[in-house]
């Protein structure tokens, strides 16, 4: 298994344009042998300590074999709808790792 932990940070105003996408990725997700594990938002108060930006979203992602995330970051489908990506999300950062 390879886990994808993705903080995610949203350009302001943007946020409808992201869930669009997120309606379109997520369920592909599956496609590839990938469960989402957790989606959230935080709230301010969930912080106990932060030395970076508070993200809008975390997603933490797994997927059997690294060549499932490729496929999956290389579908058709999903592609097509990058466009919406590109416009909602100003900054994110993928942490890619394997369960010990």
Do not use: C, W
């Not at 309606?23 to 709230?43: D, H, S, W």
């Not at 059997?64 to 909602?88: G, M």
């Amino acid at each position: 298994m390879i886990y994808i932990t993705q903080l995610i940070y949203i350009v302001p105003g943007q946020e409808e344009t992201f869930d669009q996408f997120e309606e379109i990725a997520i369920p592909i997700i599956k496609k590839y042998n990938g469960k989402l594990l957790f989606r959230i938002r935080p709230e301010a108060s969930a912080y106990v300590e932060h030395t970076i930006e508070a993200p809008y979203e975390i997603h933490l992602v797994e997927f059997d074999i690294e060549q499932d995330f490729e496929r999956f970051k290389q579908d058709e489908e999903r592609k097509a709808f990058l466009h919406l990506k590109e416009q909602s999300i100003r900054e994110s950062i993928l942490i890619q790792g394997s369960k010990r």
